[in-house]
């Protein structure tokens, strides 16, 4: 488990932006999240690919995602 805030983080520099705007976009329209971004490691740059389904409170506020991400370096 990991907070968005923790993942973003790891992202490299270029490629927060558009992931945050990605997120924002699922979360809103309550669909699906999919995208492919670099990560910065110890070891160097990865790429990933994430797909993950946001949920929402009894409220309609959004909880959590769930998702799987993917080394496809």
Same mark, same amino acid.
């Given at each position: 488990?990991?907070?968005?805030? *923790? =993942? ?6 270029? /490629?927060? +932006? @558009?992931?945050?705007?990605?997120? $924002?976009?699922?979360?809103? !329209?309550?669909?699906?999240? *999919? =995208? ?6 110890? /070891?160097? +740059? @990865?790429?990933?690919?994430?797909? $993950?389904?946001?949920?929402? !409170? ?12 993917? /080394?496809?370096?």
């Amino acid at each position: 488990e990991i907070s968005l805030d *923790e =993942a973003y983080a790891l992202l490299h520099a270029e /490629d927060r +932006e @558009r992931v945050r705007e990605l997120v $924002a976009i699922s979360v809103r !329209d309550r669909a699906p999240f *999919e =995208a492919e971004f670099r990560v910065m490691r110890p /070891d160097g +740059e @990865r790429w990933h690919v994430a797909r $993950a389904q946001p949920f929402y !409170d009894a409220a309609g506020a959004p909880s959590h995602m769930v998702g799987v991400e993917l /080394d496809i370096t």
